[in-house]
Each structure stands twice: as C-alpha cells, then as structure tokens.
C-alpha cells in the first residue's frame, strides 16, 4: 500500500521557523520525485518546492525560494521542507505528493501519482 504522510505543521509566529516532514512507503522511492503543494482557503493548490529522489535536483517556486529549502534523506525514504522566515500568506495545508513519470513538471498538481493527507501550517502575525 502507497503511502505519503505528512507530518510538521502548526501554529508559529511571522519570521518563525517550522520543518515538514514527508514518510513514504510502499513505492520505490528513487524512482519518484517528491513534491510539495499548498492550499490556502479559496485558492488553488500550488506546487512550491519538489526534488528528485534520484539526483537531488531541486524546484522552488519563486514564493517560497531562498527561505524554503527541500532535502530528501534516501534511507528513511522521507523529504523534509524546512521553511524560514514564514509569513502570514504562507498559512495553507500542506501536501506531499510523488511523481513517477518524467518530462512532467514537479510542481504539476494534475501530473502526481500519490498523495498524501495534509498538515496545517498557521502563521501569526
């Protein structure tokens, strides 16, 4: 059985920091990319950050790119995003998906094979 959990999210003040955690299982996991999306209320889901689990090349969304940084530890089978210096618009479910297929973009909500459940990440300001 495939599985994404995500896990890491909660309640921290603007400037504060917080590191999401995604354990997979039930896939071989250097042949999928690891993808993080985000939804806040009434928007759509975005892809903010992925990485390839094969040779480490990493995407980030301009919104996010020089305070989130995306890392992948083969061995537990598990991506973490540590996330710097959130701000209030950065508040969103946060969802971990894997992409099996190449010559798709990492950030494609449409293109992923699994995901996972969500974890909330709250930011005060």
């Known amino acids: 059985e495939v599985q994404l959990q995500a896990s890491g999210g909660g309640l921290v003040q603007a400037g504060g920091s917080l590191r999401l955690s995604c354990a997979t299982s039930g896939f071989t996991f250097d042949d999928y990319a690891i993808s993080w999306f985000r939804q806040a209320p009434g928007k759509e889901r975005e892809g903010i950050s992925c990485?390839?689990?094969?040779?480490?090349?990493?995407y980030y969304a301009e919104s996010v790119k020089g305070r989130f940084t995306i890392s992948s530890d083969n061995a537990k089978k598990t991506v973490y995003l540590q996330m710097n210096n959130l701000k209030p618009e950065d508040a969103a479910v946060y969802y971990c998906a894997a992409l099996g297929r190449v010559g798709v973009h990492c950030g494609d909500v449409d293109a992923m094979d699994y995901w996972g459940k969500g974890t909330q990440v709250t930011v005060s300001s």
């Open positions: 990485i390839s689990t094969h040779n480490g090349n990493t």
